[in-house]
């Protein structure tokens, strides 16, 4: 099977495929462990409330997936996306040697900084390259996407599976030292991969290309983008002094950082689309990666709560004990990456069938899809909820039918909507703007983490509200994406 999907895919797509199944190793096998080592007061964790812990588990997911924004502004214009990937990895190998060696908390939160820094430089590197390799687009890159997504979650199995048994079962630190070398062996497949499979593929920084549609922006163009920094930096400061933000806590700053993400996230688009030399054609589909950035904010939102809500859902209130054997509350993430490595090749056949008989849903329909999907998987848990309430333990069949339902739902958005942002963003921009895919991603992993302070054993009886209001929030504006799909598949000027 493997010389078949050779023969249809360059081999370049692999050593992508097998280097970002051991980054997500590391980074998903360490998550899975995170909140439960910061809530930990007898295995020694460091013991924090609920509260703290989830808006510390938040920033921590959220920065990750931030940062990939000035990582691909780096790849774009200095380092381009090779270099951008090698030395992420590296950085981020240290972070986890960091974690890995006990010491006092200021140690483990320098740890924390330095893995979400190279995944930032890392992570939307990685995928631009992916994009790169399919330069016709069309459905035949969707299924690439989708293929890679598959090493993306095999290495999450791989992760919480190995990483989550030695930190629940044996000792946390020996967990995050198995992140460390996950990451070197991703390094590994990288150095040597590409120097056979890759050659000519972001080795160049997108600014260094002279093309006509890439001449330098003007003066005033640039004076412009200045000034709007400006503005951001005055604004910000203005929140703080009045403030809005308070970064005395945990919490204060987590909300803070919320903040920051839409400020950065809006001034971000207005500098693009005004100064940043876009053709009308161009402006459209910015237009559109704005709808879609809205749309993944929302999905994540509402996803990754696997690591944080969900999870103490797992820990907590559901049976886990099967013949006298009791299942680590962690592996319970791993259902999201099983089912993907059943369906996304189902997907992946399926976009291609129904492109080859002119009948495969526009790119807005499949987001509206996915954020109907994510509702009904909320829907599912406040029925689980009410029976937590009740004082007994829920059946593992709400949390596993609640992540085949989301799972599904990731395979209509994810994969796409990597594909989407590769085929839409001027070429100039293209790292830039992964990085913003992945910032949307940041903001629904900082509310995922906020959501997950609500869950107080003190006032478990709000439970099912909470994960009502989840529901209602994305079944919402999945409906309105549904309406008004048509506009916004003509803004993407023909791409499919």
């Not at 030292?177 to 990288?190: C, K, S």
């Not at 056979?196 to 640039?222: C, D, H, M, N, R």
């Not at 412009?224 to 005395?248: E, H, P, W």
């Not at 103490?312 to 886990?320: H, K």
Request: net charge positive; aromatic share 14%.
């Amino acid at each position: 099977m493997t010389s078949t999907l050779s023969q249809k895919h360059p081999r370049g797509l692999y050593v992508l495929f097998f280097a970002e199944m051991w980054e997500r190793f590391s980074y998903y096998g360490m998550r899975a462990i995170l909140l439960l080592f910061l809530l930990d007061n007898v295995r020694g964790g460091m013991g924090l409330e609920a509260a703290e812990a989830a808006a510390v588990y938040g920033l921590y997911t959220s920065a990750v997936y931030l940062l990939t924004l000035p990582g691909g502004w780096l790849a774009d214009n200095i380092l381009g996306q090779k270099k951008a990937i090698w030395y992420g990895g590296i950085v981020i190998m240290l972070g986890h040697i960091i974690l890995a060696i006990p010491g006092p908390t200021s140690i483990f939160f320098i740890g924390l900084i330095t893995v979400a820094i190279g995944t930032g430089l890392l992570k939307a590197n990685i995928s631009s390259i992916v994009g790169e390799l399919y330069p016709e687009g069309g459905a035949r890159r969707d299924a690439a996407f989708s293929i890679f997504y598959m090493g993306i979650n095999l290495g999450s199995i791989l992760g919480i599976t190995i990483v989550g048994f030695l930190g629940q079962k044996i000792n946390w630190h020996m967990g995050f030292g198995a992140a460390a070398i996950g990451m070197a062996l991703g390094l590994t497949v990288f150095k040597f991969g590409s120097k056979k499979y890759l050659q000519g593929f972001g080795e160049v920084p997108a600014a260094k290309i002279s093309t006509p549609e890439s001449v330098a922006k003007s003066g005033s163009e640039k004076k412009l983008g200045y000034g709007l920094v400006a503005m951001l930096v005055l604004f910000l400061s203005a929140l703080q002094l009045k403030g809005f933000i308070d970064m005395s806590t945990a919490q204060g700053l987590a909300q803070g950082a919320g903040i920051i993400i839409v400020t950065v996230s809006l001034f971000y688009f207005i500098y693009i689309l005004v100064a940043g030399g876009l053709s009308p054609v161009e402006r459209k589909r910015i237009y559109v990666l704005i709808v879609f950035f809205l749309a993944a904010a929302i999905f994540w939102s509402g996803f990754e709560q696997a690591g944080s809500s969900l999870q103490i859902f797992a820990e907590r209130y559901t049976q886990r004990t099967f013949g006298g054997w009791e299942m680590p509350s962690s592996w319970f993430q791993n259902f999201n990456g099983t089912f993907i490595l059943i369906f996304a090749p189902v997907m992946a056949s399926l976009w291609i069938y129904l492109s080859a008989k002119g009948i495969n849903p526009a790119t807005p329909i499949k987001f509206a899809i996915a954020l109907l999907l994510v509702g009904t998987g909320f829907f599912i848990m406040e029925m689980a909820s009410k029976v937590a309430v009740t004082g007994q333990l829920a059946s593992p069949l709400f949390l596993t039918l609640t992540y085949l339902v989301h799972t599904i739902g990731e395979l209509c958005l994810s994969p796409v909507g990597l594909s989407s942002y590769t085929k839409l963003a001027p070429k100039r921009y293209v790292s830039q703007l992964m990085g913003i895919w992945f910032v949307a991603a940041s903001l629904g992993n900082l509310i995922a983490g906020l959501f997950a302070g609500g869950f107080d054993e003190e006032n478990l009886q709000q439970m099912p509200a909470l994960f009502h209001q989840v529901t209602l929030f994305s079944v919402g504006f999945g409906l309105l994406l549904l309406i008004f799909w048509k506009p916004v598949k003509n803004w993407m000027g023909g791409i499919q």
